[in-house]
């Protein structure tokens, strides 16, 4: 199948599915003529890494996905592991963000607004303290 249908098929752009080849993520055969040729195992990958990707997984986690997704003798802790792993991160950039908008809403009420030129919120990220 080319690039063209695979990408139908696993909702990927041809873009994305030419770098998870170069990265070795997807190794389709090749024809005579040098185009790519893929199989039902390579959209099978692909979509798998898709979702992934969709759930915020990094590359070098989705390489750790599939490789025990293709091992029949894993361990579904590890694959927990890795997933409670990734949650926490998730958890972490929650509180971050978080933190941010209770900062940035304490700026933003402390600021007049009006036509005068002191504002807290240019005096904040001048703050070099």
Same mark, same amino acid.
């Given at each position: ?53 969709? &759930?915020?997984?990094? =590359?070098? *986690? !989705? ?13 579904? @802790? /590890? ?24 900062? &940035?809403?304490?700026? =933003?009420? *402390? !600021? ?13 990220? @001048? /703050?070099?303290?």
């Amino acid at each position: 199948m080319n690039i063209g249908d695979v990408a139908a098929q696993s909702g990927l752009p041809s873009k994305t599915i030419r770098y998870y080849e170069e990265i070795g993520l997807v190794k389709p055969a090749r024809d005579p003529n040098g185009y790519r040729s893929f199989s039902d195992a390579n959209v099978h990958v692909l979509t798998f890494v898709a979702h992934a990707r969709a &759930l915020g997984f990094s =590359i070098d *986690d !989705c390489r750790q996905l599939v490789a025990l997704w293709e091992n029949q003798s894993r361990a579904s @802790a /590890d694959v927990r592991a890795l997933a409670q792993s990734h949650l926490q991160q998730i958890e972490t950039k929650i509180a971050d963000l978080e933190a941010m908008r209770a900062t &940035l809403s304490d700026l =933003i009420r *402390d !600021c007049a607004g009006n036509t005068r030129p002191d504002c807290p919120i240019l005096e904040r990220l @001048a /703050d070099q303290s």
